[in-house]
C-alpha cells in the first residue's frame, strides 16, 4: 500500500465524523485589503496584510476541503473580496465542488464585466452592503466618495444579470432615521432580501461605540417600521432585523454557539470559531497551511475551548436557556467583563447587565464624537455628526 493509500484510508473516518458535525457555513476572509474605511467594520483592528495572504492555490484547496467536510455555503468576505484578482478562480472551484458561493461585497471595485465572470464562474448569490440612502452621508460613513452612487449601478447589474440581490444595511445613530427610504431603496433595486442590522460592537465598532450607538427609543422605533415593512412587503422583500445586544433581554446564540455552524478563515488561513476570536488571550488557531480544514474543525483547541456547555459558569451553568444561546457571545463577554467565560453581559441575568446597558444609555444621549476609521496601520478621525 502506498504512503497516499494509508493516508486517503486513515483520514476517512476523520472526514466521516466531521461530516455528521459538518458546519454550514464557511466565512472566506480572502483579504483585509479594502477600498472603504467603515467605523463599523467587523474585521480585526490589526488588520493582515496582503503579503501574508493565502494563495489562490491555497484558497481552491479550502473550497474542497470545505465541501468533503459537508459545509454548505460559502460566503466570501474581506475586506473587500474583490480586491483579489483570483476571485473568479476561487468562485470556480467552490462551485465546482457543490458549494453555493455568497460574495459579501461593498460593490466599488466591481464592473459589470467581471460581475459577469464571476457569475460565469458560478457565483450564487450577491450581498451588497450600504452605508445609507443619502448620498453624501453614505460616502462619509464609508470615507470613500462616489461610493454610494457606484453601489446603486452595481445592484443594477446584478439584477440584470439574473442573480439573486441581498442588501446589508448596518444601522446606528448617523443613518437611523433613513430606515424608510432605505427599505424603498432594497424594492426599487430588486433586492429579494435586505438585512436591517443594528451594529454589533466588536472590534471597530466596539472603538466607535459612543459615535454609533442609537438611543433606545430610536432602536424601539426600527423594531415597529420593520414589523410594517415585513408585512406590507410579504412576497416581495425579505427581512432580517438584527438587534442590537445593547437593547436586548437575552443575548443572541453568537455564531450559532462556538464550533457549531460557523468556521471562519482569515486572509492568511487562520481557522477561527467566530471573526473576533483573535481578540481573546491565551488561545491557539491552526493554519489551513499546516493542518487539514476537518481535523481543525473536530479537535482544534480553539473550537474545543467553548464548544457546548461544559465550559460555562453560573448563572449560565444551571439556566434554561444554555442550549438556545450558549450564553452569548464569548468576544463580548471577554472584551466587557475580562473573562470569556463569563456571561455575556448582554444576558439580563448577568451581573454586569445593569452597568453595561447604562453605558449604551449615556452615550446615545451624549454628541456624538468623531468616528475613528478603519485603515491599514493608523486609525484616522474625522467629523461625524
Ligand atoms: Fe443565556 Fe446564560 Fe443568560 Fe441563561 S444566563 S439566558 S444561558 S446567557
Ligand atoms: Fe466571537 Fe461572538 S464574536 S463569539
Redesign the pocket.
Known sequence: MTDTQMLSREAAPLEEEACARAPVGLLAELTHRCPLQCPYCSNPTELERANTELSTADWQSVMRQAAELGILQIHLSGGEPTARRDLEEIVETAAKSGLYTNLITAGVLLSRERLEKLRDAGLDHVQLSIQDVDVENADRIGAYKGGAKKKHEVAGWVRELDMPLTVNAPIHRQNIENLPAIIDYAVDVGAGRLEVAHIQYYAWALKNRAALMPTKEAFMKTAEIVKEAKERLKGILVIDFVVPDYYAK??KPCMGGWGRGIINVTPSGRVLPCHAAESLPGMQFDNVRDRPLADIWLNGSAFEKYRGTDWMKE??RS?D??EI?F??CRCQAFALTGDAAN??PA?S?SPKHEEWAKVAEVESHKPAPEFVYRRMGKAANATSE
Open positions: 437575552y443575548p448563572p449560565c439556566c436557556r444554555r444561546d450564553g452569548g456571561t455575556d444576558c441575568l
